[in-house]
């Protein structure tokens, strides 16, 4: 199974071992993994900021750049989702139809690939803490993927996962909403905190950096306990 | 306040930090999403049915020269007078006429928010009318000259204590904040009002296009009492509202009481197809259908919109979501609140006037996952985020932004250099290692430093000694 690594770009500037770690686990379920040097960024900060020719430019350009992949796989709900959801709304061009079809189907979340298509739960992971997880809104609402994280801690020995109270609600992140309106995606980061606190976790799960740097980013300010981390990170260093 | 969107941000920061008001809206959403849940727990069938809705909502929108002029047919065959008005002011005038006709001095008015959008109640009062209102929440709201904060518990707002003062003050009664106290003074006031009022307006939750019906769904029956007390009866309704047939009904009846205010059913569901008949010894002698436009056909001539018309003004997704919880409903500065608000308040009234209203969104998608006719909410903002960039209403540093970012995207080696750039300054600059103050971000959370290395960098060095990088980098 050949795997191409789709690391989007706040992943690559900020968190590039969120990357590496989403390496070390696919090779050791057994894939065969390359990285399309070529890639920069899916588009959407500029779909969701509302710039879609912008946005248009950057699909058409990752459509080329992965059209030779088998599966393309991403540590990022939010950018599958672009990806997957979004592509297809806003590329019209009927020539590209078929190259668009082939590429939506076969980029996947690292969890639901892992899961769902590899068929993988248990990585020999040993990670004796306890952690809570957030389900990052586009993951959930937009894949629609729920339980592939949630198997895939399962299996790791020693980890117990203990479910925040509205695990669902968002953390407050939003793309450019979280600077266009500081106060209520803050304001939203502090309930989110509180349900992580309430769950005596020492570590934040998510599959998202974006929502692991809105998290983070709160707890580490107001001095919370709680640690974010990536479950590519939770898995591939602890193999 | 006053009832703009343009003054989103001011009236949302000011919310924000009103913890009396946060408080509220928190336990009354909380609350409202804990009753919904538990109802819908017990229809197996409940997705079905929000299935089926959306396509019921789909054929009417499709149709609705069909289906709207069936309705005024029927209507009109049962002994009804349907008037169309473009917008709120032939609406208006329609209504005013008709009240002077009949020599109207007082007028019942049940909750409505198609008369809210057209500020029916104000017209009334300036041409020397008096509206009442008889929804307890409306009248609330009435009496402290405010509008509705939410789309079926208009004084959401307002805390029980705030009642009291309110109707100590223009009531004259002894200040009380026991909700039964109040509620009976409301009761004997408005028992008085409903017999001296020579007009009843109402709103319509639904109109069946095979029957001519209006169907009204409430819980205090003040609607009811508006509808059939006074001598004339006139609705009014948005053109949306129309549905196929009686059929339909039951599948909005069961989505919407549980939706909103997770009730199985609402207390009351008056279901009007004419005006008195000959031999019937009550309701009113005379019943006028209103249809409005007032934008809703521009709507519909947008496919990536009209969805927003499916709309059955529910409330759930204010419920759900995470910005309305925390800003509440008058932050949006328009009588339609929340995720839907956001949505129809730009095609309203348009971009330019309400562009901050697409953006007060994290696109979280609850409002698309609660909503019982299944509307695609946070796409459709998405959508008018589109219409305000191509509108040029987004400022010329955030458009200059898009375009180096475009460029630097759009090439790798671009991006490479640019991303190695950035290092270089920040290390030269001696930033590299305090932490980075970003302006909207940094005032309340910790930003995260850059890392030393992007992992495009470290990819090249992983394929060069794959097994060294993995130990030596991998761990951080």
Known sequence: MKVSLFIPCLTDQFFPQVGINLYKVLKKAGAEVDYPAEQTCCGQPAFNSGYHAEAIELAQRFLKVFRNSQYIVAPSGSCTSMVKMFYPEILEDPGLHELLHDITTKTYEFSDFLVNVMGVKDLGVHFPHKVTYHDACHLLRELKVKEAPRDLMRHVRGLELIEMEQSESCCGFGGTFSVKYPEISTAMSEDKAATIAGTGAEYVVANDSSCLMQIGGYLSRKGFAAKPMHLADLLGENL | ?476
């Open chain 2, 1 to 476: 306040m006053n009832l703009t969107p343009r003054l989103f941000k001011t009236y949302a920061s000011r919310s924000i930090n009103n913890p009396r008001l946060r408080k509220t809206y928190r336990f009354a959403t909380h609350h409202a999403l804990a009753k919904r849940l538990q109802v819908i727990q017990e229809v197996p069938e409940w997705e079905a049915l929000r299935d089926r809705a959306h396509e019921i909502k789909e054929e009417v929108i499709d149709h609705l020269d069909v289906y709207l002029e069936k309705l005024e047919t029927k209507v009109t065959a049962n002994g009804g007078k349907v008037f169309w008005a473009r917008d709120g002011k032939e609406a208006s005038d329609y209504i005013l006429e008709v009240a002077r006709r009949i020599r109207a001095r007082t007028v019942v008015k049940s909750k409505s928010m198609t008369t809210e959008e057209i500020g029916l109640a104000h017209t009334l009062e300036e041409n020397q009318l008096e509206p009442v209102e008889t929804d307890l929440g409306e009248y609330i709201i009435q009496l402290a000259h405010e509008w509705p904060s939410h789309l079926t518990a208009p004084a959401l707002h307002k805390t029980r204590a705030e009642v009291g003062e309110l109707f100590a003050e223009k009531l004259g009664i002894p200040y009380t904040d026991v909700p039964e106290e109040l509620c009976e003074v409301a009761r004997k006031l408005l028992r008085g009002k409903f017999l001296q009022a020579e007009l009843g307006i109402s709103g319509v939750n639904f109109a069946l296009a095979d029957t001519g019906t209006v169907v009204i769904v409430e819980n205090e029956g003040n609607a009811r009492l508006s509808t059939t007390m006074p001598r004339v009866h006139i609705a009014v309704m948005g053109l949306e509202k129309v549905i196929p047939a009686f059929a339909d009904l039951s599948v909005f009846l069961r989505l919407l009481a549980r939706s909103s205010t997770g009730q199985k059913q609402t207390s009351y569901v008056s279901l009007i197809s004419s005006p008195r008949q000959p031999g019937e010894l009550d309701g009113p002698e005379e019943f006028h259908l209103v249809i409005l436009d007032n934008g809703r056909t521009e709507i519909l001539k947008d496919p990536k919109m009209r969805e927003s018309l499916f709309c059955i003004r529910c409330g759930a997704c204010l419920n759900t979501c995470p910005v309305y919880q925390r800003v509440g409903g008058h932050a949006y500065g328009s009588v339609y609140p929340g995720p839907i608000g956001a949505v129809i308040t730009p095609m309203f009234q348009g971009v330019e006037v309400a562009k901050d209203l697409p953006y007060a969104s994290s696109l979280c998608g609850s409002c698309t996952a609660i909503c019982p006719v299944k509307i695609d909410i946070h796409h459709m903002l998405l959508w008018l985020r589109k219409q305000v960039v191509e509108s040029q209403g987004t400022p010329w540093q955030e458009r200059l932004a898009m375009k180096l970012y475009l460029a630097g995207m759009s090439d790798s080696t671009l991006y490479r250099l640019g991303s190695r750039a950035v290092r270089w300054a920040l290390k030269f600059s001696g930033r590299k290692s305090q932490p980075m103050k970003v302006p909207g971000w940094t005032e309340t959370r910790d930003f995260p430093p850059l890392a030393e290395k992007s992992f495009k960098t470290l990819w090249k060095e992983l394929e060069k000694d794959d097994q060294r990088l993995i130990h030596a980098n991998g761990h951080k």
